[in-house]
């Protein structure tokens, strides 16, 4: 027996699964801004190790200091993109040499691409996320 649905019962229906759909996208959203800013955070933590003063600067100096591997200078282009701080734009420039739209091998060269997005960022390219995992972080 085939089970009809009245105009009200569908109108239900179809609000019942927008809002199941928008909870799904805030929660994949938050949970997203939440791995980015432990990302970042934990990227802070293991270059102040190694390198001294602020997150920025010990980012900055490892990014310079070609002993490290390409992989994980490529984690500090993008931990210093996310972090939006307008001193590093000379270091990343630097670097900078354009990207023709070529995939590129991290572990090999730094990323034109992740340079590109870095760059963007401190010139006011939005990154949404940043404004919710940094809020009240105070990360140094």
Do not use: H
């Not at 949970?31 to 270059?47: D, M």
């Not at 990343?92 to 730094?110: A, D, H």
Request: net charge positive.
């Amino acid at each position: 027996m085939k089970k009809e649905y009245n105009k009200q019962q569908l109108k239900s229906l179809i609000i019942y699964l927008i809002s199941i759909g928008i909870m799904c996208f805030v929660f994949t959203f938050l949970v997203s801004v939440n791995i980015i800013g432990y990302s970042v955070k934990n990227k802070c933590r293991l270059v102040q190790e190694k390198y001294s003063g602020d997150c920025v600067e010990a980012l900055m100096n490892y990014l310079e200091d070609e002993d490290n591997g390409f992989t994980s200078r490529n984690s500090a282009i993008w931990a210093l993109g996310q972090l939006g701080d307008e001193r590093t734009l000379p270091v990343l420039e630097k670097y900078y040499v354009g990207y023709n739209g070529e995939r590129c091998n991290r572990s090999q060269e730094l990323s034109q691409l992740e340079l590109k997005r870095a760059i963007g960022y401190m010139q006011g390219s939005p990154n949404i996320t940043t404004f919710f995992w940094r809020f009240g972080q105070g990360i140094n």
